[in-house]
C-alpha cells in the first residue's frame, strides 16, 4: 500500500523568506512518480512537477527547488524568498508504476504574509 | 499542455435533487478518467476510476447508486450525484489520462456542490 505523509499541516512566514514544505512517502514499488501540486483559494489544483524513482537529481524552477532522497524517502519543497501569491496548500503526491492513481498527502497549508 | 474541463464550476441544489457534473478532455483522447472528492480543508480522496465505455471502479465505501459514473466517450466522463443531500457537499475533481498513456494526468478546476 501507498502513503503519503505531510506532517506540517500550516505554515506561516513572511515575505522573502525562505519555506520548506515536507513530503515522506511509503511504497513496497521500486517504480513510482511523485508529484507536487499547488491548490490556491480558487480550487484548482496545479502542476508543478513530477519526479520518477529512477531520477534522483534536485530540480531547480525559478523560485521553487525540489530534493529527492530515496533513502530516507522523502521529496521536500523548497520555495525561495516566499511572496504573498505562493499562499495555497500544497499537495505533495505519489502514483506507483503504470500511473494508476495518485494517492495525495493530506496537504500543506502556507499562509505568506507582507 | 493537454486541457481538461469541468463544469459546472459551482453549483447549488435543494435536497433531494440529482446533479450532474461533466469532465472533458479538451484536447486529447482519455481512455481512463478518475474522479476525487475533497472535503474543506482536507485532502483528496479518489472515488472512482472510470474507463471509456465499460462500468467504473469505485472505491471502498463509495455508494456506486449514490454517485453514478458514465464514461460514454473518449473525452467526456461524467457525475451524477443522485438524491443530493446537504451531507454531499463537497469539491468534486476529476482528472484524465491521455489516451498514449505516456503517463500525464491532467485535472479539470474543481466542481463545488453545495446541497441546502
Known amino acids: 500500500a501507498q502513503k503519503v505523509t505531510q506532517a506540517q499541516t500550516e505554515i506561516s512566514v513572511v515575505e522573502k523568506e525562505d519555506v520548506t514544505l515536507d513530503c515522506v512517502y511509503e511504497?513496497?514499488?521500486?517504480?513510482?512518480?511523485l508529484f507536487w501540486y499547488k491548490q490556491p483559494p480558487s480550487g484548482e489544483l496545479v502542476f508543478l512537477i513530477r519526479r520518477n524513482s529512477f531520477d534522483e537529481q534536485n530540480e531547480i524552477s525559478g523560485r521553487y527547488s525540489w530534493n529527492f532522497q530515496k533513502s530516507t524517502s522523502s521529496f521536500n519543497f523548497t520555495i525561495t524568498a516566499s511572496q504573498v501569491v505562493d499562499s495555497a496548500v500544497y499537495f505533495c503526491a505519489l502514483s506507483e508504476a503504470g500511473y494508476s492513481t495518485l494517492t495525495f498527502g493530506k496537504g500543506t497549508m502556507l499562509l505568506v504574509s507582507p | 499542455g493537454a486541457v481538461v474541463s469541468q463544469h459546472p464550476s459551482w453549483v447549488i441544489c435543494k435536497s433531494g435533487t440529482s446533479v450532474k457534473i461533466e469532465c472533458r478532455s479538451l484536447d486529447f483522447q482519455a481512455t481512463t478518467m478518475f474522479w476525487y472528492r475533497q472535503f474543506p480543508k482536507q485532502s483528496l480522496m479518489l472515488m472512482a476510476t472510470?474507463?471509456?465505455?465499460?462500468?467504473?471502479?469505485?472505491e471502498q465505501g463509495v455508494e456506486k447508486d449514490k454517485f453514478l459514473i458514465n464514461h460514454a466517450s473518449l473525452t467526456l466522463s461524467t457525475l451524477t450525484v443522485t438524491s443530493a443531500h446537504p451531507e454531499d457537499s463537497s469539491f468534486y475533481i476529476c482528472?484524465?489520462?491521455?489516451?498514449?498513456?505516456?503517463?500525464?494526468?491532467?485535472f479539470g478546476e474543481g466542481s463545488r456542490l453545495t446541497v441546502l
Open positions: 482528472s484524465a489520462r491521455e489516451r498514449r498513456n505516456t503517463g500525464e494526468l491532467f
Open positions: 472510470s474507463n471509456e465505455g465499460s462500468k467504473a471502479t469505485y
Open positions: 511504497t513496497r514499488d521500486t517504480t513510482y512518480y
